[in-house]
């Protein structure tokens, strides 16, 4: 079926914008199959079914709107943790800033490297995982970023990780406009911690695959703040074999635009997947969490817990599928997103969705807004809390089961120490 003239025309005009990078003729090849599959679908717009509660304009259109760098003190994310750091600045490597990428149980390369090479592991797995994301609902942000990545990191993880990678995103432009793509691959039976930061770019376009085989861990926190004026479209696409465990959590704080995807699949018996989010909006803010699980296989659970906290006309959203597919039979899953809305001008719009086609499954979701309980607050407010504090107190208690996704204790800890930073300065 032909595009609608509107479509097309705007996609040609992003496209107009971009070339594609250079490299070996596998590279070549998968990219040009990506760029041929952006012109059938077309880029997104608000006709979509899932771009219906967030305008995509500026993230399609050929040049990104400005954005204001953020001038703060505030410490670095993660910076007091042992990790690997590999820093990214506007989306270009940033060597000097970075560590050396050797370490015990796992390869680290550049994607602009080895898309040069002949011969790479990642060949069999660059845009595989996007491309199986793209059915039953189309994606086409990620396949022009699977078309146009410039560069990212490629991970084999061969055994447990001694330390967490960590990659950082600075933001050093104000008409900058990245496309990164990071490829993981953990082996059977090994383990991995990937952390993420910073503000990346005025625009940024990201994709993460990641590939678990069986018995494998993936363990993944992210945050996502400081540049308020900032524009942002994810993706993690995840493929889980037997015994396998992915968990991610994201913490968002600021940005006028972000649009956060997770596609997993499991397909293999007994894995875990949990993916969950918090997030803190004020004002021109607003933020999309939009997650497809897919049960192809038996005994296997899943758990979506999605948090927002919005006030002062801020905007939240949240689009969740679990799709169990025939014969995927002992299937655990659960999705649970609410708003805690701090003023009548905010809105929480959500789409839950249940697709189940096997008989013996657990699965359930819930999606609740609403205000501060009265309750509560005229409880600590009657022992000498001062009001916003006692607001504040509450918050926090709202996005802790979010939080509690979290397995290691200091990272959560350190989320929570910058939540409580931001409640206080919106307090001020």
């Known amino acids: 079926m032909a595009l609608p003239q509107a479509k097309l025309d705007m996609t040609e005009a992003r496209l107009a914008a971009l070339s594609l990078p250079g490299g070996a003729a596998w590279a070549t090849a998968l990219r040009e199959d990506a760029l041929a599959r952006v012109r059938v679908m077309g880029l997104p717009g608000r006709r979509d079914e899932y771009w219906k509660y967030t305008d995509p304009t500026t993230l399609t259109q050929p ?148 590939d678990v085989a069986d018995g494998g861990r993936f363990n993944h926190v992210r945050t996502q703040g400081r540049d308020h004026q900032r524009r942002a479209a994810t993706h993690i696409f995840t493929r889980l074999g037997q015994e396998s465990v992915f968990k991610s959590f994201t913490l968002t704080a600021n940005g006028m635009l972000t649009r956060n995807e997770c596609i997993i699949e499991f397909t293999g018996d007994d894995g875990v997947a949990h993916v969950a989010g918090a997030c803190v909006g004020d004002g021109d803010f607003h933020h999309d969490d939009t997650v497809f699980v897919t049960h192809d296989a038996v005994n296997c659970e899943s758990r979506q817990v999605f948090k927002k906290v919005l006030r002062n006309g801020a905007t939240g959203v949240f689009q969740g599928k679990i799709l169990v597919k025939q014969g995927a039979q002992k299937t655990d899953g659960y999705q649970i997103s609410q708003a805690l809305l701090l003023d009548d001008d905010s809105q929480f719009l959500a789409k839950p969705e249940l697709e189940i086609y096997a008989d013996d499954v657990a699965c359930s979701h819930g999606s609740t807004s609403g205000a501060i309980d009265e309750t509560s607050l005229f409880y600590l407010r009657s022992r000498g809390v001062p009001e916003s504090e006692a607001q504040d107190l509450l918050v926090l208690a709202f996005l802790a089961e979010a939080i509690q996704e979290i397995e290691d204790d200091a990272i959560a800890e350190d989320i929570l120490d910058r939540l409580r930073a931001w409640l206080e300065r919106r307090r001020k």
Not at 68 to 81: H, N, Q, R, S
Not at 103 to 125: C, Q, T
Not at 147 to 164: L, M, N, S, W
Request: without cysteine; glycine residues 8%; hydrophobic residues 45%.
């Open 63 to 210: 040049q990104p709107p400005e954005a204001a760098l953020f001038a703060g003190d505030e410490t670095p994310v993660f910076g007091g943790l042992d990790r690997l750091k590999i820093v990214f600045v506007d989306g270009v490597f940033d060597a000097e800033a970075s560590d050396d990428l050797s370490m015990a149980g796992i390869e680290i390369d550049r994607l602009e490297d080895v898309a040069k090479a002949d011969i790479h592991w990642v060949k069999d797995l660059y845009g595989v995982l996007e491309t199986r994301g793209q059915v039953p609902v189309q994606r086409p942000l990620a396949a022009l970023n699977t078309a146009f990545a410039t560069d990212g990191i490629v991970i084999r993880a061969t055994g447990k990780a001694e330390k967490p990678v960590s990659i950082q995103y600075l933001h050093g432009s104000t008409t900058s406009d990245a496309i990164l793509h990071h490829v993981i691959k953990v082996e059977e039976g090994a383990e991995l911690t990937v952390l993420e930061n910073g503000p990346a770019a005025a625009r940024f376009n990201k994709v993460m695959e990641v």
